[in-house]
Nanobody
Framework: QVHLVESGGTLVQTGGSLRLSCAAS????????MGWFRQGPGKEREFVSA????????YYAASAKGRFIISRDNAKNTLWLQMNSLQPEDTAVYYC??????????????????WGQGTQVTVSS
């Protein structure tokens, strides 16, 4: 079992930056990749970014590419999401997730096995 705890969400102005963190604990030996998802008000949960836990390969949603950077320190079992040039449409609860496999397009939340409780990011206009 893997336990995930996100932190770093807060209120930020348009154009600002924010870094989210996700601390993983428990048995992470079978974690192949981790990712970030978000769910805005009245919207479905959507994929943001994913990273291979050992190899470090990354994948981004179009909305995140060029603005967000996913990174990890697998020795510290920590995942980050650096978010730059934030816009009001980035307002959402951001979730950290872990999976035990990889796919060419790692965007389906159903493929993730473990989830954190979420952290709120609000971007004011």
């Amino acid at each position: 079992q893997v336990h995930l705890v996100e932190s770093g969400g807060t209120l930020v102005q348009t154009g600002g930056s924010l870094r989210l963190s996700c601390a993983a604990s428990g048995d992470t030996s079978d974690v192949y990749a981790m990712g970030w998802f978000r769910q805005g008000p009245g919207k479905e949960r959507e994929f943001v970014s994913a990273i291979m836990w050992i190899a470090g390969g990354t994948y981004y949603a179009a909305s995140a590419k060029g603005r967000f950077i996913i990174s990890r320190d697998n020795a510290k079992n920590t995942l980050w999401l650096q978010m730059n040039s934030l816009q009001p449409e980035d307002t959402a609860v951001y979730y950290c997730a872990a999976r035990r496999s990889w796919s060419i397009v790692p965007t389906d939340p159903n493929d993730y096995d473990y989830w954190g409780q979420g952290t709120q990011v609000t971007v004011s206009s």
